[in-house]
């Protein structure tokens, strides 16, 4: 029998013998080591001469990486090439159709005083780089800390630059720069108090987490499965215009698990499209032959929006026989099992009156965009809302994905069309009465978000546009109400003041006006822990509840920055009662989960239609399909603040270029980059 050891006789073959796999298009190579890699190189000369030999094997192998690491290069610059060219093309089909936000929400004397005021700073800014750089040139430039030790009339110059330059470094020094100062020392108290705000709430957080501290259902799960609590639930659905999600979240209400007896559904379409009016009333039909109470509803008056549409359907008859209302936007699924896990922590609790569900996202990683929302919306959830429900019992209703008592809600005044968040009008009010709210975070109702710029700037306005006419609003009302007074202080100081006004303002007065302008008038400063690190430090807090999303943590900071623009224009437009505080713009739905989560549907058999067929959900996942590759008028736009924000931040970081700033210059140039991105809308979806 041979030996099953003769290879340890044998001779080893000398060199580094090298595996090269070809794919195509990248090559990898991966290098296996000798035996003789590990021996002593003490030796005579026969084994000398031996390595000599393998190291001339080795020139060649090296050759062969250095090759394929060429090509891998040279891939890499033509998929850059690629991109690039792809971005210039975008850019230029962007400026050849000359779309631009001047059809926006937003009121049109403010946009042209807003616009007009960034023009001016702009222009103001490239006329004072182009004196600083032909000071620069003739020796002229003075850092600020020369300043205070520099003898003005020693300059002697005699020309009218010289004595303009001169005229202008003293009016700077002694007019401007204290002003400047006292700004950004005011707006870097209003950004510290508002980071130790965020600070502890992340502490709350981890708090909760730490204790595991959940809210807590009285009744037992015996006592729903043996049918002890199965209240009256009333479940509305408002709409409008909304044919890309409406069958999704009428499929997904319609398949509760909760008896057909004890719900009734609401369908509030208040759409102007006859075709989309026709398609949701057909789906209520289809579900209706099934045995489930749905009911179609048609205002012709859309007075008052979604609050008009909640408070019209609650004026039926038959509401007063129901104990709770569970709201659903078009866009929002919930599971089988919601009502389940939200209806039992009324029980026994007769000072609650809400209970909110969070919010889960289908196209969260669609593109740039939405990633960066999902970001903000997880620390919204996960912190804001569970510390706030958890320690106050208090929180802004989210609008959808909540399930309300009834008797709370007219205890409150019912649903009021005055302003456009009526999810937080109600909410306050309730507040006001004495009502307690619970959150629950471990519950989620999946929905979509906006993947167009267009659309969430337009979202983004109407949510920080309406919390400031309603603080206007409201305000008497919070001094005179019977709430203990840490109460109407944490309304007004915390939930109103703080993280509604002073949040866009200081955002976009500190890092998009007062920090160029430092960089032309340097004897006002800012320092390098305002510009850098406590706003790093914040994005990465507010990036811990998404850990997925840490690779976007830089461009979470810039476009949070660059979002101030239109938050701040919201906050103003809001706090004055401008035109854009009172129009409502319903946000677009893409509806990319529509045609899975039907077919997925239609592939059940559920217990509750108890022998009925459910609708012919395949022939209408396929109409859907059919309806996406209509064409669509949709289109990307040029932004205009944006763009003229994006030139002044640039400007002022070539300026920074002069006093040497680093930190100042990258921050400039990144910020910069950034609005030009938005300004051109290349961050979501990008229309062909």
Not at 165 to 180: N, Q
Not at 222 to 229: F, M
Not at 339 to 366: C, G, M, Y
Not at 496 to 516: A, D, G
Request: hydrophobic share 45%.
């Amino acid at each position: 029998m041979a030996p099953l050891f003769d290879w340890w006789g044998m001779e080893s073959q000398r060199g580094t013998p090298v595996v090269v796999k070809m794919e195509n298009p990248n090559w990898s190579i991966s290098e296996i080591s000798s035996l003789e890699d590990d021996e002593d190189i003490s030796g005579g000369d026969e084994f000398a001469g031996a390595r000599k030999g393998g190291k001339g094997k080795n020139a060649k192998q090296i050759t062969w990486v250095l090759l394929l690491k060429a090509h891998r290069a040279a891939g890499c610059l033509t998929s850059l090439a690629s991109a690039v060219v792809g971005l210039a093309s975008a850019i230029r089909r962007r400026v050849a159709s000359g779309r631009t936000d001047s059809d926006s929400d937003e009121s049109p004397a403010l946009r042209r005083r807003f616009y007009f005021s960034i023009k001016i700073f702009l222009l103001l800014s490239i006329f004072l780089l182009a004196f600083e750089i032909a000071a620069y040139v003739k020796g002229w430039h003075i850092s600020a800390t020369e300043l205070h030790s520099f003898k003005f009339p020693s300059l002697r110059v005699r020309s009218i630059f010289g004595s303009m330059y001169t005229g202008w470094v003293i009016f700077r020094s002694e007019y401007i720069a204290p002003l400047l100062q006292f700004l950004a020392n005011a707006c870097v108290i209003l950004f510290l108090i508002q980071s130790a705000d965020r600070v502890i709430l992340c502490f709350g957080c981890f708090w909760i987490r730490f204790k595991r501290i959940k809210p807590v259902i009285k009744p037992t799960k015996e006592d729903v499965e043996d049918g002890k609590y199965f209240p009256m639930v009333l479940i509305q659905i408002p709409m409008c215009n909304e044919r890309e999600v409406y069958q999704q979240s009428i499929a997904a209400i319609c398949n509760l698990d909760w008896p057909k007896s004890k719900m009734v559904i609401q369908v509030l379409d208040d759409s102007d499209d006859l075709t989309t009016q026709a398609m949701i009333r057909e789906e209520v039909d289809k579900w209706e032959q099934t045995g489930v109470g749905i009911i179609y509803r048609h205002r012709v008056i859309r007075d008052g929006y979604k609050a008009g549409n909640l408070k019209s359907a609650m004026t039926c008859s038959y509401v007063r026989d129901y104990e709770f209302v569970a709201i659903f936007d078009a866009d929002f699924q919930p599971s089988p099992d919601f009502l389940k896990r939200t209806v039992p922590h009324f029980k026994d609790n007769d000072e609650l009156a809400l209970v909110q569900a969070r919010w889960s996202f289908i196209n969260k990683d669609e593109n740039l965009l939405t990633r960066l929302q999902n970001i903000n919306l997880c620390f919204h959830f996960e912190v804001e809302q569970q510390v706030n429900g958890i320690f106050l019992n208090f929180f802004g209703f989210n609008g959808t994905a909540g399930v309300w008592r009834i008797k709370a809600l007219e205890d409150a005044g019912g649903w009021l069309e005055r302003t456009t968040v009526e999810d937080m009008d109600i909410a306050v009010r309730a507040h006001l009465k004495g009502w307690k709210f619970v959150f629950l975070n471990d519950v989620e109702c999946q929905c979509e978000l906006p993947e167009s710029y267009e659309a969430y700037r337009k979202q983004q306005h109407r949510w920080h546009s309406g919390p400031m006419h309603l603080f206007r609003l409201c305000l008497p009302d919070i001094i005179r109400s019977k709430i203990a007074f840490w109460k109407k202080a944490n309304l007004i100081f915390l939930f109103f003041l703080l993280r509604k006004l002073i949040l866009p303002f200081y955002s976009f007065t500190l890092f998009c006006i007062i920090l160029p302008m430092t960089m032309f008038v340097p004897e006002a400063e800012l320092p390098t822990w305002v510009v850098c690190y406590i706003p790093a430090t914040m994005s990465f807090l507010n990036i811990l509840p998404a850990p997925r999303s840490f690779p976007f943590i830089v461009p979470y900071l810039l476009f949070e920055n660059t979002m101030s623009v239109t938050k701040f224009n919201a906050m103003i437009s809001g706090l004055f009662q401008l035109g854009s505080a009172y129009e409502w713009v319903v946000t677009k739905k893409s509806g990319r989960s529509s045609e899975g989560d039907l077919v997925s549907l239609s592939g059940k058999e559920t217990k509750h239609h108890r022998g009925s067929s459910a609708p012919a959900l395949d022939s209408v996942a396929i109409e859907l399909t059919m309806e996406k590759k209509l064409p669509k008028k949709k289109h990307n736009r040029i932004y205009r603040k944006e763009l003229s924000l994006a030139f002044l931040l640039l400007t002022a970081a070539a300026r920074s270029l002069l006093s040497a700033q680093g930190v100042h210059f990258y921050f400039l140039l990144f910020q910069g980059i950034s609005f030009l991105l938005v300004g051109l809308d290349l961050i979501g979806e990008q229309i062909e």
